[in-house]
């Protein structure tokens, strides 16, 4: 019996000891497993970049609208190897990025890109008309120093792009391709390339040391290069007006409506281009003609006698487009091996047409930044270094973007006396013409944009308001309006001083705008 016990003891600490190095044996190979594992997604991602389906370059692309195509060319004339990859290469149809301020046409022959504006009917454009409640004034452009040729430029957005696509394919070191960016590929917080998907359909790896991701305002990469908070302030509904002609000929025309402004300029010798600005998101119905009963009973009335026959007759012809207005702060998350440039990076409300004067002024930025390096493998130091990009871009990005969210806020009708105030008293101030008017415009054309002349004239205009407001009859709620106004400009100047002063982790102020305060 106890001969029974013994053997049973015997073979319990066998199969024990078997059961334990058993049970230690699965654990290394699970953790052996979870190692090779790591080391397969790590290698195979490296093999990804070296495999046959791979493409390599030195910078990659993303989109090919404005930004990326003016890059495209811009980094390949320096030598760059470029891979420029756009969902659609076939011609635009937008109703944006339309106006070319002079500030701009200055960036695109500094990028040798002056002959896109070429053989496309676009307009010479020398400044602004501005209405309000039947009174106009004519505000020029401030070219008496430039050459001839230097203007803004007006066109069709489409044709524009199709420009800078045939200028950037004529050097031998940039390929455009057409595909859709599905991925960017990070390796160990490193952004090494990214997967995209062809034209028929097939699955393809890019890699390179810098990849730029500039696909525009509905862009689906930013998320994971920066805090995106965008915001719709008001939508545009765009017509096209035919055979009339624009009061002041080569000029803009805004005018200041009830409830938002109203533009209109020229896209070609035939076409005048109507955008008319509605708050907020929720719109009339084109489809039940909530819409074209909107146009036609709010706001033709407060167009311009010579244009109104042309715009009803636009909204007769049933061509109703709309767009959403965006505003988005520059807010990245410098990574190694990545950048973001253009309406991907950054956006300001479209009223001043400032956009692809900041694009274009960024690209200039990002050259010179790069110019000097020949090699951009180190991703960590090249990220380091690029974190100066945000600095040098703050004078130029930050003075249109502050002006266009103020212009807007400053244009549109409101209940509040003091913001009502300060809307007759930017007209009027800009009406004075000489240095009253040459500043602002000097600064919205892109030409001076200095934050200091920003801050004097938000001043100048609130100062002249007040003046106007209590002289020659003053009174205590004259008075608090006046307070209300200088409260107004102080807010904005406060607002310029914080977005320059006041340096985040990445260097970048937001470039947003309130009114009611820093």
């Given at each position: 019996?106890?001969?029974?016990?013994?053997?049973?003891?015997?073979?319990?600490?066998?199969?024990?000891?078997?059961?334990?190095?058993?049970?230690?044996?699965?654990?290394?190979?699970?953790?052996?497993?979870?190692?090779?594992?790591?080391?397969?997604?790590?290698?195979?991602?490296?093999?990804?970049?070296?495999?046959?389906?791979?493409?390599?370059?030195?910078?990659?692309?993303?989109?090919?609208?404005?930004a990326g195509s003016a890059l495209a060319y811009t980094l390949g004339k320096d030598g760059r190897r470029v891979h420029v990859i756009e969902r659609d290469l076939t011609l635009p149809d937008r109703i944006v990025g339309e106006l070319l301020q002079p500030g701009g046409y200055l960036k695109l022959i500094e990028l040798g890109l002056e002959d896109c504006v070429e053989e496309i009917d676009a307009q010479h454009v020398f400044?602004?008309?501005?209405?309000?409640?039947?009174?106009?004034?004519?505000?020029?452009?401030?070219?008496?120093?430039?050459?001839?040729?230097?203007?803004?430029?007006?066109?069709?957005?489409?044709?524009?792009?199709?420009?800078?696509?045939?200028?950037?394919?004529?050097?031998?070191?940039?390929?455009?391709?057409?595909?859709?960016?599905?991925?960017?590929?990070?390796?160990?917080?490193?952004?090494?390339?990214?997967?995209?998907?062809?034209?028929?359909?097939?699955?393809?790896?890019?890699?390179?040391?810098?990849?730029?991701?500039?696909?525009?305002?509905?862009?689906?990469?930013?998320?994971?290069?920066?805090?995106?908070?965008?915001?719709?302030?008001?939508?545009?509904?765009?017509?096209?007006?035919?055979?009339?002609?624009?009061?002041?000929?080569?000029?803009?025309?805004?005018?200041?409506?009830?409830?938002?402004?109203?533009?209109?300029?020229?896209?070609?010798?035939?076409?005048?281009?109507?955008?008319?600005?509605?708050?907020?998101?929720?719109?009339?119905?084109?489809?039940?003609?909530?819409?074209?009963?909107?146009?036609?009973?709010?706001?033709?009335?407060?167009?311009?006698?010579?244009?109104?026959?042309?715009?009803?007759?636009?909204?007769?012809?049933?061509?109703?487009?709309?767009?959403?207005?965006?505003?988005?702060?520059?807010?990245?998350?410098?990574?190694?091996?990545?950048?973001?440039?253009?309406?991907?990076?950054?956006?300001?409300?479209?009223?001043?047409?400032?956009?692809?004067?900041?694009?274009?002024?960024?690209?200039?930025?990002?050259?010179?930044?790069?110019?000097?390096?020949?090699?951009?493998?180190?991703?960590?130091?090249?990220?380091?270094?690029?974190?100066?990009?945000?600095?040098?871009?703050?004078?130029?990005?930050?003075?249109?973007?502050?002006?266009?969210?103020?212009?807007?806020?400053?244009?549109?009708?409101?209940?509040?006396?003091?913001?009502?105030?300060?809307?007759?008293?930017?007209?009027?101030?800009?009406?004075?013409?000489?240095?009253?008017?040459?500043?602002?415009?000097?600064?919205?054309?892109?030409?001076?944009?200095?934050?200091?002349?920003?801050?004097?004239?938000?001043?100048?205009?609130?100062?002249?308001?007040?003046?106007?407001?209590?002289?020659?009859?003053?009174?205590?709620?004259?008075?608090?309006?006046?307070?209300?106004?200088?409260?107004?400009?102080?807010?904005?100047?406060?607002?310029?001083?914080?977005?320059?002063?006041?340096?985040?982790?990445?260097?970048?102020?937001?470039?947003?705008?309130?009114?009611?305060?820093?």
């Open positions: 019996m106890e001969y029974q016990y013994v053997i049973g003891g015997i073979l319990a600490s066998v199969l024990g000891f078997v059961l334990l190095n058993r049970s230690r044996g699965m654990k290394k190979t699970k953790e052996a497993k979870e190692n090779m594992r790591d080391e397969v997604v790590k290698s195979s991602e490296q093999v990804l970049c070296q495999s046959e389906n791979a493409t390599n370059a030195d910078i990659i692309i993303v989109g090919a609208g404005v400044g602004y008309a501005l209405y309000k409640n039947g009174r106009s004034t004519k505000l020029s452009y401030p070219l008496q120093r430039s050459d001839p040729d230097v203007a803004g430029r007006s066109f069709h957005n489409g044709r524009f792009i199709q420009k800078m696509h045939e200028k950037a394919a004529t050097l031998p070191n940039v390929r455009l391709e057409e595909g859709t960016v599905t991925s960017l590929l990070e390796v160990k917080g490193t952004i090494k390339g990214l997967q995209y998907k062809t034209k028929i359909g097939q699955q393809l790896t890019a890699c390179a040391p810098l990849t730029i991701v500039c696909d525009g305002c509905f862009s689906n990469l930013r998320r994971s290069l920066c805090n995106p908070k965008v915001d719709i302030p008001s939508c545009f509904v765009a017509l096209i007006l035919e055979n009339c002609e624009l009061p002041y000929p080569n000029h803009g025309h805004v005018i200041l409506a009830d409830p938002s402004p109203i533009l209109f300029y020229r896209v070609s010798s035939s076409e005048i281009r109507c955008l008319v600005d509605i708050p907020g998101q929720n719109l009339p119905s084109i489809s039940n003609g909530e819409m074209a009963k909107y146009l036609k009973t709010v706001v033709a009335p407060q167009i311009p006698q010579e244009l109104r026959d042309a715009f009803v007759f636009a909204i007769n012809k049933e061509n109703i487009r709309t767009i959403p207005n965006r505003s988005m702060p520059a807010a990245p998350h410098p990574t190694p091996g990545a950048l973001l440039l253009g309406d991907a990076f950054n956006m300001r409300h479209p009223l001043t047409g400032g956009g692809m004067t900041v694009a274009l002024s960024d690209i200039v930025v990002l050259r010179n930044l790069l110019r000097p390096l020949h090699d951009l493998s180190d991703a960590f130091s090249l990220c380091k270094y690029l974190e100066s990009f945000y600095t040098l871009r703050k004078p130029v990005a930050s003075t249109i973007n502050t002006l266009a969210g103020a212009l807007y806020k400053v244009f549109s009708a409101s209940t509040d006396p003091a913001r009502n105030e300060m809307r007759q008293a930017c007209f009027d101030y800009l009406s004075l013409g000489g240095v009253f008017s040459n500043g602002p415009i000097a600064l919205l054309s892109g030409l001076n944009p200095r934050p200091l002349n920003l801050v004097l004239h938000f001043f100048a205009v609130a100062i002249f308001g007040v003046g106007r407001l209590i002289v020659p009859f003053p009174s205590i709620p004259r008075f608090l309006i006046g307070a209300r106004m200088i409260s107004l400009a102080a807010n904005a100047i406060c607002y310029i001083a914080q977005d320059f002063l006041i340096k985040n982790k990445s260097g970048v102020g937001h470039s947003r705008f309130h009114m009611d305060g820093c």
